[in-house]
């Protein structure tokens, strides 16, 4: 029976691994219509700047071109599953920008996925400042 749950955990973990690189994909080419594909409605975003926002008001700051990524290379990612919730913890160092400012360095980020109807859908994305690694 472990073997089947590890199992079980280790599909849920390559999923969910491939819906993160969706995402950073989406983020890289500005595609707000793959990203909203994969947010729950409720999605709750606080983006690097501290903002926090709807899923609507994200989208819109990506085809408004007030948030265009440029790098995202994720590290130190760690996946929690908890049935049909899966949270994950990474660090990721980007180049953005957001309203006209640039922002490059290394940020924390959480990542909260919920399997609704059969499909996993960000519904929190949160990322805060992290110390430069040597």
């Not at 606080?46 to 709807?54: E, F, I, Q």
Request: proline share 2%; aromatic share 6%.
């Amino acid at each position: 029976m472990p073997q089947n749950n590890n199992a079980a955990v280790d599909k849920i973990k390559s999923e969910i691994l491939q819906k993160e690189d969706e995402q950073n994909h989406a983020l890289l080419k500005n595609d707000a219509d793959l990203l909203g594909g994969m947010c729950s409605d409720e999605l709750a975003w606080t983006n690097a700047s501290g903002v926090l926002l709807t899923k609507s008001q994200m989208l819109t700051d990506m085809r408004s071109g007030k948030q265009i990524n440029s790098t995202i290379i994720h590290d130190d990612v760690r996946l929690h599953v908890f049935g049909n919730t899966v949270v994950v913890t990474g660090r990721s160092t980007s180049t953005y920008l957001y309203g006209g400012k640039k922002f490059v360095g290394a940020r924390r980020f959480t990542n909260v996925w919920v399997k609704q109807s059969n499909k996993w859908l960000l519904v929190v994305h949160h990322v805060t400042p992290a110390p430069a690694v040597h």
